[in-house]
Each structure stands twice: as C-alpha cells, then as structure tokens.
C-alpha cells in the first residue's frame, strides 16, 4: 500500500497524457477527413469520377463521425478514471492516515494493558515465593496468567485483524481500478460495435465503386463515341466525292470553260474572303454538326439565275441533284441590291451550295425556295 498512492499518481499523470494525445489525434483525424471532402468535391466534377467523389465525401463524413464518437467515449475515460483516481487518491490519503493512525493508538492500549498484567503476574509470582500465604497469592497468580493470556490473545487478534482489514482495503483499491477500466472498456466495445456495423454497411458498395479503374460509364461512353464519329459529319471531317466521280469531273470541266465567258465577278470583301463559315465548316467536324444552329461568319452566294451567261450553271446543278450537296441556313439577311452576280436571302433561309469549296473566296449556290 506505500507504492500504491505514488503509483495512482503517476498513472493520473500517464493518463491525462493519453487524454492529450487522443484529442490531438481527433483534430489532426478531423483535418484531414476535410482534406478528403475536398479533394472529394473536385471529383464529382470529373464526368468519370462523379461516383468517387460522393464516395469519398461519405468516407470523410463517417471517419468525421466516428472520431465525435471517439471524442465522447474519451470525456467518459476522463470522467470515470482520471477525475475519480484524483478524488480516490486525495481521499484515500486522509483515510489510511486516520486509520493508521487509529490502529496504532488502540494498539498501544491494547499493548500496554498486557505489559501491566505482566508486570502485576511478575509481582504476584515473587510474593507466592516468600512462603508466607502461598496459597493466597496462588490463587491470584492464576488469574493474572489468565488475564496476560487473554490479553495476549486479544492483541495476536487484534494484529490479525488488522492485517486482514489491510489486504481488504489493498484489494479494494485494486477492484476500483479494475472495475473503473472495466466501465471504460465496455463504452469503447460499444464504439467499436457501432463502429464496425456502419463500416459494414458502407464498406462494400465503396470498395465496388473502385474495384474497376478502366471502366467508364455508358453515358460518358456514348459521348466518347458522338466525339468520335458524329452522325452528321464524314470521320474524315472533309466532304466525300460523289460515287458518280465521272460526271462529277464532266461538271467541272464544263464551269470552268463557261467562267471564262461569264462576266467578272466583283472582288470579294477582303473581310470575308477569309471568315467564310464553310470553310470552317468543312475543316472542323463540330462545326458541321452545328450548322443548322449556328454560322459565325456571312454567307454571300453568287446568283446563278439572272445572268444569261451562267444559265448552264443551273443546268450543272440540276445534274449535280443526283449528288449529295451541302445545306446551309444563313443568321442575317442580305440585299443583294443593283448587283446581279449576288444573292439575295432573309435570316433563316435555307441555301444548297452548288460547290463545295471558295474559289476567289465566295461560295455559289441556290436559294432553296425561290431557286435562285
């Protein structure tokens, strides 16, 4: 029992120690489950990682979860222990003191009470030798080696006594201590049982969501695949030759000889003669599949039907029908004016173009509704 007050302290010590540590370790757990939501916040914007964001967002929340859980288990280990061994050990220094203290004065009593019979037996006994009345002090020497006996016994009682009431408080020192952590012990059986069913629960379907790191959705698949080969557009990204390539050739022999009859085209508008949307159109594969929504740039188209002398152009395209030609839908109006080389449309209009390619930096082509 002398080591073990000065142990208890030390332990009191040891254990807010621990304290210490734990509540770091909550804090330093805490932060850095905020860095997992966070980092988990950047991958739901990832149109492959969405599902791995939420679930590391859900991993932070339920690690965030259980260490408020550890918190409180620990407020307990501080109540139930450390502030108990403290009041115990001030305490329990007055008590064994008081009764240290106790057991020895009745002791001394109990002591020198047999110390005085002894000395009166001794008394009796010289007097019983003298001869003179040896019967009479016979008598009183009996009772005094009584009366030492039985002080004798009382204090090998008394000591036994003692010795026995010493082990029992040991003993229920140590029982406090072990039911204390006991107490303690079956708060964090209960975290960890609480701990392990929500970890169950979540486990499996977060392991599910990384056990495939190739696989891709079927959504983002499908979009892969529109970037890939877009229904509207060659794969190539450039208009494909017609299969009747013959004939195709026979057109283009005969507008170049009649370009050389009709009358000059006026200069292109060195604005757009290198702006044109079409061009773009054919060289950017997205630009294609948008064009029924949106042309950056004028479209200007050379009016084939009023001027005589490019009266077999209509013909050309007639022939070219059989082709698949390139549509396109103008987003402002033009005004052809006193100009007859140009073409004239409303926002809107739909427009074929008879080649496929500038030449000079304009576009020719017919007016879908008027034919022009």
Not at 128 to 150: D, M
Request: aromatic residues 6%.
């Amino acid at each position: 029992m002398e080591q073990f007050n000065p142990g208890l302290r030390n332990l009191i010590n040891l254990g807010k120690n621990y304290e210490k540590a734990v509540n770091a370790m909550i804090l330093a757990g805490k932060a850095y489950y905020d860095g997992v939501a966070k980092i988990g916040e950047i991958a739901t914007g990832s149109p492959v990682s969405t599902e791995l964001g939420q679930v590391l967002i859900e991993i932070s929340s339920t690690h965030k979860k259980l260490n408020e859980s550890l918190d409180e288990n620990f407020k307990k280990f501080h109540k139930e222990i450390i502030h108990e061994l403290e009041k115990k050990t001030e305490l329990d220094v007055k008590y064994m003191n008081a009764t240290l203290k106790r057991y020895q004065t009745e002791h001394r009593n109990k002591l020198d009470s047999l110390e005085k019979s002894q000395a009166e037996l001794k008394k009796i006994r010289r007097k019983s030798q003298g001869g003179r009345n040896a019967l009479k002090y016979e008598h009183k020497e009996i009772e005094y080696v009584e009366t030492v006996t039985s002080r004798q016994s009382d204090i090998q009682k008394f000591i036994a006594d003692g010795c026995k009431e010493a082990l029992l408080e040991e003993k229920r020192r140590f029982c406090f201590l072990v039911d204390k952590h006991c107490s303690f012990a079956n708060h964090l059986h209960y975290y960890h049982l609480q701990s392990a069913e929500l970890l169950n629960s979540k486990l499996p379907r977060w392991q599910e969501t990384c056990g495939d790191a190739t696989k891709v959705p079927e959504k983002i698949m499908n979009m892969i695949e529109e970037i890939k080969t877009p229904a509207s557009t060659p794969v190539s990204g450039t208009p494909q030759p017609s299969p009747m390539i013959e004939r195709s050739n026979m057109v283009g022999k005969d507008y170049d000889t009649l370009s050389k009859y009709s009358p000059k085209v006026p200069p292109a508008p060195s604005a757009r003669a290198y702006t044109s949307p079409l061009i773009d159109m054919f060289n950017n594969p997205t630009a294609v599949a948008q064009n029924s929504e949106r042309i950056k740039n004028s479209t200007v188209l050379t009016d084939s039907s009023d001027d005589p002398s490019l009266q077999r152009s209509v013909s050309v395209a007639t022939g070219l029908n059989m082709m698949k030609k390139q549509k396109v839908k103008t987003i402002f109006p033009h005004t052809a004016g006193a100009n007859q080389s140009l073409l004239s449309f409303a926002q809107g209009d739909v427009l074929t173009l008879l080649v496929p390619e500038e030449k000079d930096g304009w576009l020719y082509g017919e007016h879908d509704t008027t034919k022009a």
